[in-house]
């Protein structure tokens, strides 16, 4: 394995870990390590002994765009732009999960680039069920943006229905950089 590839997979790993701290604030549910893949990226054990793959995706973005972006703007995205990229992305790992016959597996889709603008479209309950065609577990989005400020990865639940919105994280509330 090459150094580039041993330092996106130390990256990938300290990823999950974010969001195995965030998963467990959310939903009160201890994921654990099992095993580390490349489709899907990890395997985790649940409390009750039962096996879910974890699947990190990074959201698709003009990596020119992002570099000028984080220069000279303050990194948002209107929500809709955003979602679409969300969902292009969702497309392509269901491609791939069905192709690949994962087992029950979590998608994450990392926001790393941009964050959202406006979190008002979490509040449409409508949207709940836009991903229920695809055979994932459950789809989250990992907004990396408060991580610096407060030291959690924000959580965002696509689906299911009972994950869809903000969820409370108490590490998120308050002055940031405490």
Not at 36 to 60: H, K, M, N, Q, T
Not at 68 to 76: E, K, L, Q
Not at 114 to 139: M, P, Q, V
Request: proline letters at 4%; a negative charge; charged letters at 25%.
């Amino acid at each position: 394995m090459s150094d580039n590839d041993l330092g996106k997979k130390l990256v990938e790993e300290e990823h999950l870990f974010q969001f195995l701290d965030a998963y467990e604030t959310v939903t009160d549910v201890a994921l654990t390590i099992r095993s580390r893949r490349e489709s899907p990226d990890f395997i985790c054990a649940l409390p009750s002994g039962g096996l879910v793959g974890v699947e990190l995706a990074r959201s698709p973005h003009d990596y020119e765009m992002a570099v000028h972006d984080r220069i000279w703007a303050d990194r948002t995205l209107a929500s809709f732009d955003l979602l679409a990229s969300v969902s292009s992305i969702i497309a392509v790992k269901e491609h791939k999960r069905q192709s690949q016959r994962w087992p029950n597996t979590i998608l994450v889709v990392e926001l790393l680039d941009y964050s959202f603008e406006s979190l008002a479209w979490t509040s449409d309950s409508s949207r709940a069920d836009d991903f229920s065609d695809t055979g994932f577990h459950e789809i989250w989005l990992a907004d990396h943006s408060t991580i610096d400020p407060f030291g959690e990865l924000r959580l965002i639940g696509l689906y299911p229905s009972r994950i869809f919105g903000i969820h409370h994280q108490p590490a998120l509330e308050g002055k940031p950089y405490g």
